[in-house]
């Protein structure tokens, strides 16, 4: 009886070191699942919006450059036959394409703290729809910059892909 009674006791509590078990993988799981959840749910700033556009104006520094897209050729809007860095302006549309906010200030402080009353940059944008779309980016933070999207309370933090795009359509000669 005594042998029985021991490996009843083994065996409960090797069940209860099973079920331990199963229960810390299932919470790390779950606690793995939801932090993927929310580095996917980041706020889509752009695409949440229209698709690619076809007319594109940036303005920055007190200039302006309109482009439109025709026959997937970018053209400048003011004069077709200048010459227009098509590389520049495809990394502007794949930079709208995939913006994503790093980060949402739903309270900002006022827009000169983030650097968007006078903005570094702004682009606005238009798809086949006539939808527009109108962003302006403010002062560097880390590696992002802030930005606003035109109508919106909330400021955001985004990726510094967009403005490195517009830098150098903006310093084109």
């Known amino acids: 009886m005594k042998k029985s009674v021991k490996q009843l006791l083994i065996l409960s509590a ?15 799981n779950a606690n ?5 959840a929310e580095a996917e749910s980041k706020t889509a700033l752009y695409s949440a919006v229209m698709v690619s556009p076809i007319k594109i104006s940036c303005q920055s520094a007190g200039q ?10 970018w053209y400048d ?11 520049a302006l495809i990394a502007i549309v794949s ?3 995939s913006l994503k906010a790093v980060d ?3 309270k900002p402080l006022s827009l000169e703290v983030y650097g968007l009353e006078q903005p570094l940059y702004t682009v606005q944008a238009s798809d086949k729809d006539n939808k527009e779309f109108s962003l302006r980016i403010g002062t560097q933070t880390g ?4 930005a606003q999207v035109a109508g919106a309370d909330a400021v955001y933090t985004i990726p ?3 403005a490195n795009a517009l830098a150098a359509v903006m310093t084109a000669s």
């Open 104 to 106: 949402t200030l739903n």
């Open 77 to 87: 809007s003011s004069n077709r036959s200048l010459s227009v860095d098509q590389t």
């Open 14 to 28: 090797a069940l209860v070191i099973c079920v331990g078990a199963y229960i810390g993988v299932s919470v790390y």
């Open 95 to 97: 930079a709208l394409d």
């Open 143 to 146: 590696e992002n910059y802030y």
């Open 64 to 73: 302006t450059r309109s482009y439109s897209f025709e026959n997937g050729i």
């Open 160 to 162: 510094s892909a967009l």
């Open 32 to 36: 793995t699942a939801k932090k993927q």
